[in-house]
Structure formats: C-alpha cells, structure tokens
C-alpha cells in the first residue's frame, strides 16, 4: 500500500465509468471474450490454477466483471458468488451464463454490491479473487476491502489476486527493453503502452514491493509472483530464450508487465493480538455461543470471536462503579458494545457460555467482588478466562504503560477466581521475560518458543487462567 499521503489526491471510480463499451474494447482480455464466450484469458486461467481443485468449495470473484471466472468456477465444480458495483459488468456477466448448462448455472449467483461491504457472513469462502481489481481501488479502499475479505474467508482460505500494469516494468524494464530495440535492432518500439482508460481508472498501480508491503500491513502472508501474457505473439526460438530469462525470477520483477499474489491471512503478532487469539484458544467458542468481553480495550477479541462466525458477543466497557450500563448497541462490526458497571452487570443469572476479561482486573479497587459478579452470570460449566499481568514478570515492557493498581501471582489469580465459587482448570503465562529492547515493534510469535522452559514458566509478561462455573 503506498505511504501516508501517497496518491490521496485519487478519487473513487464511480461505476458509471465501467460501461458496456468499457468491458467490450480496453478491458484486458475483451479480445478473446468477443472472440469465443468459451474461452478465458490467460491470467484468469492461471490465478484459477493457482487456487487447486475447486470442487464444492465456495468461490467469491470481488469484481467479476464479464463473469468469465465466475463461469469457468462453477465448470470447475465451485459454488461460486460474483459480485460487482457496475451494471454493465452484471448484465454482461448474465448474457455470458446463458450460454452454460442450467445445472452448472445453479451454481452460480451474480450480486450488484460494493467490495468495501462485502453481504456476507463471517467465514463463508474458501477462495477469494480480486483479478484486475486492486489497481481499480483507492489505497483506503483497499484497506477496507482486505479487511472485508479476511472477515469472509474461511479459517484456512486464502486471496488469489492479478493486478497489472506492473509500476518497476513501466519504470525500469520498459526503458531498457526500447533501448535494446532501437540500439541493436533498429526498431523503435511505442512510447507508452497504457491504455485509453488507464489514467482515469488505474488509481493505485502496484510494485511487486509496494503489493507484498500492501498485503503484509493489512494482515497477510504473500507471496508476489511476475507475470507477463503475450497473447497474439509467436515469438521465435531465439526470442523465447530472451524472455524465459527475462520473465523468471528476479529479473521478471522489473520485466513482467503484471503481478500474481496468493495471500493467507496471517497476523503479526503483537501483544494485544496474541492476548487476543490466546484468550479465544482458552474459551473454546462454539456455534450459539453467548460471550461477555469485559474491558476489551481495543476491540481484537470482539472481532476475533465475530470471525468464528455465530457467536454472540457482548463487549462491556467497564464505567464509574454505580453509573448506570448504556443501552446494547450492534456495532458496525456485528458484536454489541455496552458501557456500564461491572461490579452491577446489567444481566440475569447464568446469561454466558463464557466470561472474560484482559487485563481489567489489574485496574479494579476491588477484583474479588468484580470476579463474583461476574460469575453470577456464568451458565453452568460455562467458562471463565481472566487474563491479569503477573507480579513474578522482572523483564522489559515493549510499550511503557503505567504502573496498574493490581498485579497478581499465579497462586494469587487462582485463589481469587476459587473464591468466587469457580473450579480453576489452567493458570498459565504468555510472553516470557525476555530482554527485548523497548523499541521493538515487530511479531512476538517467537516467543511461543519458550512458554514451556522451566525458567520462564511462570515469568511471562501476562497470566492466563481458565475456570469453569461448577454445576449446582
């Protein structure tokens, strides 16, 4: 994604620009769809490659355009969904699957809608492609649709995308390949080979730099591959060994005119995101589970947990003790958000499957009437998980925070949650003592190395404690 302040004077695409003349005359690979209605280009065929069998698995196409990859999916075995926000690009799109097997057609829906709110729930796709989409969308857009797609995307899914022109090859490769021609060959090649349309609808052209960056910064593992298609040219042996050598690694990166990705969401992994993913592994959240999240801060759990998908989630934002809760509000991200106090929680008895809390304990005049109440609303054998810093902790703080009120033992935790009637089944910490230098920044996942090393066993950063509401 470019820097802060890069390209901010580019505007929205308004759809009405992606007309029928559009999709039929400058968009790449009109040729051949005007040519044959069975027939797709070639990048399209190879980001499908990429992504393996497609057999029943459930296939989104964000930008489907003329519906080609949409089509060739379903002939491929897929349930597949193609969304796109230009009218044009849905009426082509439904002249193209006339032309299929009813049957294959069943498998195929075709939605008008924006990528940056994709209507779909949480993990509902096994594979996700943006083909020639992502230079059509404003560096905020782009954040936005990412995030989308990561909330769609199955846990183990992943992103296919092509997206072209490639930005090093107009800048490097492009000027060295018309020096060539014109000093060795005699031959001048075309000053510019953009298209009509590019200059008014390509308003975030990628490097294979700025793409990797792009994906990584939103939450992806990447992995950028150089592209070039040359249909219509048949080029001699002696120019085919040029351009295998040309086109391969690392040189294909400044002489390939496009770019192909595949992206796994893979988060690094800071503190509150490990606090956050650890905090869910000790839960164990099913399909209908009620959850109450008490002092989430920044919000990660809540959205980790609307990830799973179908788990109802309750974030309460501790108050003054005695104010009254605000009413439920459903946040934009699905979850409801509440502020109110938590020694009086607004709830009925045995509410939640779960309870927990990061680091709320710490902040608490009074933590062992804080975990009573909180365990009044716990269903039976309903869990509990607190997450507190711990007192035997001697090692760096990578963000400096002020000193809290409460900080406890892992004897000291267990005690507190067994006063309140709870059956405590694990104490545990997370992020050891290491001596990281406080200006670090970076992904602490390394650190799950030592966990289980008899010196830093009970010396983590963070305590953990998973306890269960034990049966009346």
Request: a neutral charge; aromatic letters at 8%; hydrophobic letters at 40%.
């Amino acid at each position: 994604m470019p820097k802060k302040g890069e390209n901010e004077d580019r505007k929205k695409v308004p759809s009405s620009l992606y007309t029928r003349e559009y999709f039929t005359t400058d968009c790449d690979g009109y040729d051949t769809f005007m040519e044959s209605a069975g027939s797709i280009p070639e990048r399209i065929r190879e980001a499908m490659d990429m992504a393996g069998d497609l057999k029943d698995r459930w296939v989104l196409d964000l930008g489907c355009g003329r519906g080609e990859l949409v089509r060739e999916a379903a002939l491929r075995g897929a349930n597949v969904i193609g969304i796109d926000y230009a009218d044009a690009a849905i009426e082509l799109a439904r002249e193209l699957l006339r032309e299929i097997d009813p049957g294959v057609r069943s498998k195929i829906e075709l939605l008008k809608a924006d990528a940056g709110c994709i209507p779909f729930s949480s993990g509902s796709f096994d594979v996700v492609f943006m083909v020639d989409v992502y230079e059509h969308l404003t560096p905020g857009e782009i954040e936005i649709v990412l995030e989308q797609i990561k909330r769609v995307l199955k846990p183990e899914g992943f992103l296919i995308i092509h997206t072209g022109p490639n930005t090093w090859f107009y800048k490097v490769g492009y000027p060295i390949v018309k020096t060539c021609y014109r000093l060795f060959l005699r031959r001048e090649l075309p000053r510019d080979l953009r298209g009509a349309y590019d200059d008014i609808m390509h308003v975030n052209e990628q490097s294979p730099l700025s793409l990797h960056r792009g994906l990584q910064e939103a939450g992806y593992r990447a992995r950028i591959l150089p592209r070039s298609y040359l249909h219509g040219i048949n080029p001699n042996a002696a120019e085919r060994a040029i351009m295998k050598l040309l086109f391969s690694k690392p040189a294909g990166y400044f002489f390939c005119t496009s770019l192909l990705a595949t992206a796994h969401p893979h988060e690094r992994l800071g503190e509150q995101r490990i606090m956050a993913g650890h905090t869910v592994g000790m839960m164990k959240p099913a399909s209908g589970y009620k959850v109450l999240a008490i002092g989430e801060r920044e919000g990660i759990l809540s959205n980790r947990l609307l990830r799973i998908g179908k788990i109802d989630t309750t974030w309460l934002e501790p108050s003054s003790p005695g104010n009254p809760a605000t009413a439920l509000n459903t946040t934009d991200g699905g979850f409801k958000s509440i502020s109110g106090d938590c020694y009086n929680l607004p709830f009925e008895d045995s509410t939640f499957d779960s309870v927990c809390a990061q680091l709320t304990l710490d902040e608490l005049g009074d933590p062992s009437r804080a975990v009573a109440e909180w365990a009044r609303v716990l269903r039976n054998n309903g869990t509990m998980v607190l997450v507190t810093r711990n007192r035997l902790f001697t090692g760096m703080e990578l963000r400096p925070e002020p000193r809290p009120r409460n900080r406890f033992s892992p004897r000291e935790l267990a005690e507190l949650a067994r006063g309140a009637g709870l059956d405590v089944k694990e104490v545990s910490t997370l992020i050891p003592d290491l001596k990281i230098p406080r200006i670090y920044r970076g992904d602490l996942s390394f650190s799950f190395l030592f966990e289980k090393m008899p010196y830093f066993r009970n010396r983590g950063k963070l305590l953990f404690l998973t306890a269960v509401a034990e049966s009346e």
